[in-house]
């Protein structure tokens, strides 16, 4: 049982460059969640999806693009990358929770991208 | 809006010591409260949780009970030990499921280093 897989660990990107952060999870979640954590600062929520089709922004989502085509993948996307994204990025997912004691949350290992 | 407020960190304890993280939250509805550990190089994981007022959450040494009184949720260990070394994460959740709702809301993180 794998649970939330993220790739790639680490990357380097040059200013201007794009790339896809790949989140996936095997525990027939509904709900899946992009953070990022910046030392000093916690977790901010990029986007989060409750569903296959379902997605809507967090409370950072400026720079970013996800989608939700299966209930088992959210990939993020960054295009144009700058300095600012410099950070690591957590998925995470969880069952619909039916209350908010219900809400679980199943992270990732974390991808730590720099921008030069 | 909702928040959460942890103490700065780092805190550095000697193996054995009585550990405190303070956490408080400010919160329009009726939030569950949870701790989050995260060990070096890994994701975060669910330490403990607490769903209504004077619940305790329990797991593996760690303690915090839910002061609605203090709208309080402090973590606490009677002996700490070095593999307890990581960083803590308080988080609220507050329920407004059945629509969009779901991600949790996080404290900025303290780290814990526990010396031999």
């Known amino acids: 049982n794998a649970g939330v897989t993220q790739t790639p660990k680490f990357r380097i990107l040059k200013i201007g460059q794009s790339m896809t952060l790949q989140c996936a999870q095997d525990?027939?979640?509904?709900?899946m969640y992009w953070y990022r954590q910046d030392p000093g600062m916690g977790l901010k929520l990029i986007y989060y999806?409750?569903?296959?089709?379902?997605?809507d922004k967090g409370e950072v989502p400026n720079g970013y693009n996800v989608s939700r085509s299966t209930t088992e993948d959210f990939p993020l996307r960054l295009e144009l990358a700058a300095p600012s994204q410099t950070s690591v990025y957590f998925c995470?997912?969880?069952?619909?929770?039916?209350?908010?004691?219900?809400?679980?949350?199943?992270f990732g290992a974390g991808s730590r991208l720099t921008v030069l | 809006g909702d928040s959460v407020t942890q103490m700065e960190g780092p805190v550095t304890l000697s193996e054995e010591a009585f550990l405190t993280i303070n956490c408080t939250y400010t919160?329009?509805?009726?939030?569950?409260l949870f701790w989050y550990v995260q060990y070096p190089g890994e994701g975060l994981q669910l330490l403990l949780k607490?769903?209504?007022?004077?619940d305790k959450g329990s797991n593996k040494g760690f303690e915090a009970t839910y002061r609605k009184e203090t709208t309080s949720f402090h973590l606490e260990k009677g002996s700490v030990q070095v593999s307890d070394s990581a960083v803590y994460f308080c988080?609220?959740?507050?329920?407004?499921?059945?629509?969009?709702?779901?991600?949790?809301?996080f404290g900025k993180g303290t780290k814990l280093s526990v010396k031999p």
């Open positions: 988080a609220l959740s507050v329920g407004n499921y059945g629509g969009s709702q779901g991600n949790l809301i």
């Open positions: 525990m027939n979640h509904n709900y």
């Open positions: 919160a329009t509805g009726y939030p569950s």
């Open positions: 995470a997912s969880s069952a619909q929770p039916k209350y908010s004691g219900a809400n679980v949350l199943t």
């Open positions: 999806s409750v569903g296959a089709g379902i997605t």
């Open positions: 607490a769903t209504k007022a004077d």
